[in-house]
């Protein structure tokens, strides 16, 4: 199984990218996972349909087919950690990729919102995109870890 991680925004400062790379690279290997990040539309004079629309086909080319897309939203289902490690049991028990998804600026497409497996928020708090990547990741890894009663998450 692979957890694929779709982000809107193709610039992180470098301390979001080396903390990413971090929980990254701790996974093991029968739970790959991958970031994709795709092009934030330039806001210009278009109207927010127009860019949630061009986002949108580009979030929709980067997810694999039969994959099960998860948006981050902040109407979504909050989930506490240990509802997180239950949910990513499930997802691995079903053995199909999962694709996380995080909007751009703007958001996602109600469309795109509406049509993805699933709906999930990460915090109660405004986030910047970056630091949104590196929540996702480490809870993802916390709930790996409360899964495999690994040291990482200690109650």
């Known amino acids: 199984m692979k957890l694929l991680i779709v ?8 301390w979001a990218q080396t903390a990413y790379d971090d929980y990254a690279k701790r996974f093991p290997p ?20 127009t860019l949630l629309t061009a986002e949108r086909e580009r979030i929709e080319a980067a997810i694999p087919r039969g994959a099960h897309v998860v948006a981050l939203d902040e109407r979504g289902t909050t989930l506490t950690t240990k509802a997180l490690a239950h949910e990513l049991r499930q997802w691995q028990l079903e053995g199909d990729d999962v694709v996380l998804v995080i909007g751009g600026p703007d958001g996602l497409d109600p469309a795109f919102r509406a049509a993805a497996h699933q709906r999930i928020r990460l915090s109660d708090l405004t986030l910047p995109h970056a630091m949104v990547r590196v929540l996702l990741i480490e809870q993802l890894y916390r709930a790996w870890s409360v899964n495999a009663n690994h040291p990482y998450h200690r109650e």
């Open 7 to 14: 982000a809107v925004g193709q610039r992180v400062p470098d």
């Open 30 to 49: 029968e739970l790959r996972v991958e970031l994709k990040a795709v092009k934030t539309e330039p806001r210009g004079s278009k109207t927010l349909d």
